[in-house]
Every structure is written in C-alpha cells, then in structure tokens.
C-alpha cells in the first residue's frame, strides 16, 4: 500500500478536503511553493497562476467574493503514476445575481513527493457566465 503523504491520489483528495474544510493553511501545506494553476481559458478566473499569492490573487479571493455556498464536490478519481484526475462537480450562487452555477469539471492535477507541482482545469465556462450574468 503506497504511503499516505505520497500517495497521488490521497494528496488531491487532502486538497479539496481542506477547501471544503476552508483550511487555507492545510490546502496550501499540499502544494509545491512554485505549484502551476492552470484555471481554464474563458473561465471567468481563467489563465495561469504561479505560487500561493497569484492563485489567491486571481482564483481563491474572487471566488469568495463573488460566490455564496461554492463547492468543488469530487465523484471519482482516475490516476496512473503522478497524474491524477478528479471527476465531480462545481456549484455555488453568485452574489450579483442569485444565479446557481452547477458545472462538472475534470482536473488534471501533476504530483511529486506529496506535493502538487500542477492542475489543469477543464469545464464548461459558459455555466459560470451565465450564473454571472
């Protein structure tokens, strides 16, 4: 059985487990100090981020600022060596509008000794939009 702290699997699912937990510390205790967060393109948080500052920055203060109730609920996991990615579903209301966004996302997510060195992100942007709007 593969150890817990490296295992691929167990340390993408301790991420969303401490977002859902809104444990910052312990969300970013699992990523690489230079971790590469690709947001999906056209997505209203979309582009590149490296480091804890620009994921906050551009992804994680927007997000609490403009959603009520956001969750990024996993169904699944499919993995092979470091890669890792996990099936589920988005939801939250955005404030402006009352509008719920329910959008299924795959995320391609690159781990080393524990740690998450990436995630690419892959969903319908055009359900945020239209929750903003």
């Not at 402006?96 to 997510?109: D, L, R």
């Amino acid at each position: 059985m593969p150890d817990p702290q490296h295992d691929p699997v167990a340390v993408v699912r301790g991420v969303y487990d401490a977002f859902a937990r809104g444990d910052i510390q312990g969300f970013f205790a699992l990523l690489s100090p230079d971790m590469i967060w690709n947001e999906a393109l056209g997505h209203p948080y979309g582009g590149r981020y490296v480091g804890a500052d620009e994921i906050v920055r551009n992804v994680l203060t927007p997000l609490g600022a403009e959603w009520d109730q956001f969750t990024a609920v996993n169904e699944g996991f499919v993995a092979e060596g470091d890669t890792v990615v996990s099936l589920g579903t988005y939801r939250g209301i955005c404030k402006a509008t009352g509008k719920q966004v329910v959008a299924p996302y795959a995320t391609v997510w690159k781990v080393e000794d524990g740690k998450v060195l990436s995630l690419h992100q892959h969903t319908d942007t055009a359900l945020f939009w239209n929750a903003m709007r």
